[in-house]
């Protein structure tokens, strides 16, 4: 079991407290043994003020229940625990976009393009619940 710090956007740290968020979607680690798995624990962790001029603060500690590979496209999502494309206009993207902090689809294609600056975007997604 690894312990693992992720920082997260101010604009999470409520959803993640309060169990609705209970993903994140990350850059694709550079080595393999790099990967979170499975009873992995991250500690959840935002900035107290400025990025990386100010001190973190812890905001809780998560257990991985699972790692897939994600793609994020221009016109949908291609998520590799399933092997499949999601066609563009299905609910699936929705539903991903609710369960990471997002209002809807079109709102998180445009928060990763933003961050991330074009599209496609493929990373890991990193799935959790609280431990007991």
């Not at 993903?23 to 900035?47: F, Y």
């Not at 092997?83 to 445009?110: I, L, N």
Request: proline share 8%; with cysteine.
């Amino acid at each position: 079991m690894k312990r693992i710090v992720k920082i997260f956007q101010d604009r999470f740290a409520a959803s993640i407290l309060d169990g609705t968020k209970r993903s994140t979607i990350r850059n694709l680690p550079k080595r393999l043994e790099d990967w979170p798995q499975p009873g992995d624990l991250i500690n959840a962790r935002q900035w107290s003020g400025r990025p990386y001029g100010s001190p973190q603060r812890s905001l809780c500690e998560l257990l991985v229940t699972g790692v897939s590979e994600i793609t994020i496209e221009e016109d949908g999502i291609t998520h590799d625990m399933n092997g499949c494309s999601v066609p563009p206009g299905s609910p699936y993207h929705d539903t991903v976009a609710r369960q990471e902090g997002f209002k809807d689809w079109d709102e998180m294609k445009k928060w990763f393009v933003e961050n991330y600056y074009s599209l496609p975007f493929t990373g890991i997604l990193i799935e959790w619940t609280e431990p007991t």
